[in-house]
Antibody, heavy 121, light 107 residues
Framework: QVQLHESGPGLVKPSETLSLTCNVSGASINSYYWTWIRQSPGKGLEWIGYIHYTGITTYNPSLESRVTISIDTSKKQFSLKLNSVTAADTAVYYC???????????????WGQGTRVTVST | EIVMTQSPATLSVSPGERAALSCRASQSVGSNLAWYQQKPGQAPRLLIYGASTRATGFPARFSGSGSGTEFTLTISSLQSEDFAVYYCQQYNSWPPYTFGQGTRLEI
């Protein structure tokens, strides 16, 4: 059973960098595109981007200038950095997986339980 | 970017009744549509993919239909555990993958 678990600070100051990590268990790190998705009352569910174990990334164009997703295959974890945050980045951040075994898989399963991040002074 | 629009925002239904939730895409997504169920305090959970294929663990009372720009999630004979928020997501044209705003199914 694949399990994902997010960790990181729950409070970030405006203009600083939000950093989160997702630990993967129960699955090969090679089997998924490792994904970040956020959910806020104002914007609903928003796909942030994902990374393949090879290091290839794809980002949401609306966030691309501020986002970096990285992976550490030896630790079976991947990370999100979002810089220059504002209150609009306040959300629950989820890590998730998108099966990489087939080109036509575009849905996200499994998901972590989510971590709430608030941007505030 | 493909915009996904769900309706209604809230649907009030009694247990045992049938519910039909709508999702519309701003342009054709073929059958590249997924549905998720989210309960309070939990992450979304994959329910349907390929517009009509049920994910593991969901009973046959859940069904998905549609293609192109119009999709429907139907729940026949609602059970108490089905009351949740449901989201659609397109994966035909990306980036970005996009989600609808959700339909809250309430008693």
């Amino acid at each position: 059973q694949v399990q994902l678990h997010e960790s990181g600070p729950g409070l970030v100051k405006p203009s600083e960098t939000l950093s989160l990590t997702c630990n993967v268990s129960g699955a090969s790190i090679n089997s998924y595109y490792w994904t970040w998705i956020r959910q806020s009352p104002g914007k609903g569910l928003e796909w942030i981007g994902y990374i393949h174990y090879t290091g290839i990334t794809t980002y949401n164009p609306s966030l691309e200038s501020r986002v970096t997703i990285s992976i550490d295959t030896s630790k079976k974890q991947f990370s999100l950095k979002l810089n220059s945050v504002t209150a609009a980045d306040t959300a629950v951040y989820y890590c998730a997986g998108k099966d990489s075994s087939s080109w036509d898989v575009g849905w996200f399963d499994p998901w972590g339980q989510g971590t709430r991040v608030t941007v505030s002074t | 970017e493909i915009v996904m629009t769900q309706s209604p925002a809230t649907l009030s239904v009694s247990p045992g009744e049938r519910a039909a939730l709508s999702c519309r895409a701003s342009q054709s997504v073929g059958s590249n549509l997924a549905w998720y169920q989210q309960k309070p305090g939990q992450a979304p959970r994959l329910l349907i993919y390929g517009a009509s294929t049920r994910a593991t663990g969901f009973p046959a009372r859940f069904s998905g239909s549609g293609s192109g720009t119009e999709f429907t999630l139907t729940i026949s004979s609602l059970q108490s555990e089905d009351f949740a928020v449901y989201y659609c997501q397109q994966y035909n044209s990306w980036p970005p993958y996009t989600f609808g705003q959700g339909t809250r199914l309430e008693i």
